[in-house]
């Protein structure tokens, strides 16, 4: 079997087994797409590589000057490839069980302040050209600060999860994993007022002949929905506009504000685990940290004893 049935049969399997999405398994193929054609320029491949080849690849990474969190990633899309083959009897080995990642730095999530979310979604409900438009953009980011959904769950949302005025939302995260999380009343607010208009939208879709959408954000688009990276420059045109640097607001970052200005407001870590869909709380940890660096940088600016 060649490299293409390997890479192929273990996309499948991930897709269908573990829910992967398509953005997971587009990672995964193009990391093992550039490890095949490492190990071709070796005169190896998939089914002949061993613990040393791998390694050596990731020697090579490193000269390429590939970032840790890059390589972490290769490493563990090789080994989970490898645990593939093993189990399906492609190979009775597995020459990536034993090698150590490189491990990812901790660093600090990114964050903006309450004061600069006000002004973003603020900033949203003006943002652009129809009032089609700007009521959209009020009710993306209500939603995105209120839940601290990842991008694509927010705009993959189902129209169905928004009927009823519904007081919890239910997203479907990552592997398919459901999770509900409460809405505060300003995200019901844009959310029923955006639905009212959407639902209007598509009435006169309908009378034309086309087909309704099943997404709450939907799009003419191929995907059928607002993508991620449409919603990416959005949110960069709306910091412009609030007055925001665009540079520190993406998605993520209010993501990240999200969990962070509950764990100030006294929430509980597990809580946060649940709202962001973390399947560990290791994960969802590190915003103590950005507690901790913000009570030092408390104590040293206001603290008698730290002046001078």
Request: hydrophobic fraction near 40%.
């Amino acid at each position: 079997m060649n490299a293409a049935h390997w890479i192929g049969g273990f996309l499948e399997a991930q897709a269908a087994e573990r829910g992967a999405a398509d953005n997971t398994t587009a990672a995964y193929a193009r990391d093992l797409a550039d490890f095949t054609r490492w190990l071709t320029a070796r005169g190896a491949g998939l089914d002949t590589a061993q613990r040393a080849d791998v390694e050596d690849y990731l020697v090579t990474c490193e000269a390429e000057g590939l970032a840790i969190s890059t390589r972490a990633r290769r490493l563990s899309s090789i080994k989970q490839l490898y645990r593939f083959a093993f189990e399906e009897g492609l190979r009775s080995d597995n020459p990536a069980v034993q090698i150590s990642g490189p491990g990812k730095p901790k660093r600090l999530p990114k964050t903006l302040s309450i004061e600069e979310v006000d002004r973003l979604i603020e900033a949203a409900a003006s943002q652009g050209r129809t009032e089609d438009d700007r009521l959209r953009n009020a009710c993306l980011m209500q939603l995105l600060y209120a839940t601290g959904m990842r991008v694509t769950e927010l705009v993959t949302l189902p129209v169905s999860a928004a009927r009823g005025d519904p007081r919890m939302l239910l997203i479907r995260g990552k592997g398919g994993k459901e999770r509900m999380v409460p809405l505060s009343p300003p995200a019901r607010v844009a959310l029923a007022t955006w639905l009212s208009r959407r639902d209007e939208q598509e009435a006169v879709a309908h009378a034309a002949g086309k087909p309704a959408s099943v997404h709450l954000f939907p799009s003419r688009g191929k995907a059928g929905h607002l993508t991620r990276h449409a919603f990416y420059l959005l949110i960069k045109e709306i910091a412009v506009s609030a007055g925001v640097s665009p540079g520190k607001v993406t998605p993520h970052t209010l993501r990240h504000a999200f969990a962070t200005h509950l764990l100030q407001n006294g929430a509980d870590l597990r809580a946060i685990q649940t709202f962001l869909g973390h399947a560990d709380v290791a994960t969802t940890e590190i915003y103590t940290h950005v507690l901790e660096e913000r009570l030092k940088e408390l104590v040293l600016d206001h603290h008698p004893l730290a002046r001078g």
